[in-house]
T-cell receptor, first 117, second 117 residues
Framework: AQSVTQPDIHITVSEGASLELRCNYSYGATPYLFWYVQSPGQGLQLLLKYFSGDTLVQGIKGFEAEFKRSQSSFNLRKPSVHWSDAAEYFCAVGASMLRGATNKLIFGTGTLLAVQP | GAVVSQHPSWVICKSGTSVKIECRSLDFQATTMFWYRQFPKQSLMLMATSNEGSKATYEQGVEKDKFLINHASLTLSTLTVTSAHPEDSSFYIC?????????????FGEGSRLTVL
């Protein structure tokens, strides 16, 4: 069965410091991987996604993630964090993105990011 | 990007009443919509897949008679929480897939917070 693990429940970084949020997945076939960000009381915004090809994926707001099949990981990174990045981040895995097929997403438990001035 | 809108954003109701939450795709057609539930400080759990013109598919453990889903058009899915109880209080989020954008990227609504007194 598919599953997603985000080992870090809560992370605090200083503004301007680098950031890495961990995500490990379990899936039998080629996974479709996503990172979403959620501000308090809001819906989810897609940061980036990996379907195939280049394993280093660039997203919005200066985020990137690297797919490492050998480690079953899809960690999110940002070289310099801004105060506005404080939010909750969710990693998700999808079974299929083919037209006509449902693509349920399985979410990790989330990592809450706090940014210190 | 495509926009998914939910209404209401928040609702407070008495125990025993029913509450309807709407999910609309504003500028695209969505044959499939997904309903998620999120408890405080927890991840999103998929409740059901809403299919236009047919019955919804519920995840294991989700009561279909408790959470009625209707997907009557290509732009609207509704979730009705019947005979709501305090344990149904949660943040409900819908998502929809736009087949014409980015290999069927999922877009999320802003969420609807239900509080049952």
């Amino acid at each position: 069965a598919q599953s997603v693990t985000q080992p870090d429940i809560h992370i605090t970084v200083s503004e301007g410091a680098s950031l890495e949020l961990r995500c490990n997945y379990s899936y039998g076939a080629t996974p479709y991987l996503f990172w979403y960000v959620q501000s308090p009381g809001q819906g989810l915004q897609l940061l980036l996604k990996y379907f195939s090809g280049d394993t280093l994926v660039q997203g919005i707001k200066g985020f990137e993630a690297e797919f490492k099949r050998s480690q079953s990981s899809f960690n999110l990174r940002k070289p310099s964090v801004h105060w506005s990045d404080a939010a909750e981040y969710f990693c998700a895995v999808g079974a299929s993105m083919l037209r006509g097929a449902t693509n349920k997403l399985i979410f990790g438990t989330g990592t809450l990011l706090a940014v210190q001035p | 990007g495509a926009v998914v809108s939910q209404h209401p954003s928040w609702v407070i109701c008495k125990s025993g009443t029913s509450v309807k939450i709407e999910c609309r795709s504003l500028d695209f057609q969505a044959t499939t919509m997904f309903w998620y539930r999120q408890f405080p400080k927890q991840s999103l759990m998929l409740m059901a897949t809403s299919n236009e013109g047919s019955k919804a598919t519920y995840e294991q453990g989700v009561e279909k008679d408790k959470f009625l889903i209707n997907h009557a058009s290509l732009t609207l899915s509704t979730l009705t929480v019947t005979s709501a109880h305090p344990e149904d209080s949660s943040f409900y989020i819908c998502s929809a897939r736009d087949l014409h954008i980015g290999a069927g990227e999922l877009f999320f609504g802003e969420g609807s917070r239900l509080t049952v007194l």
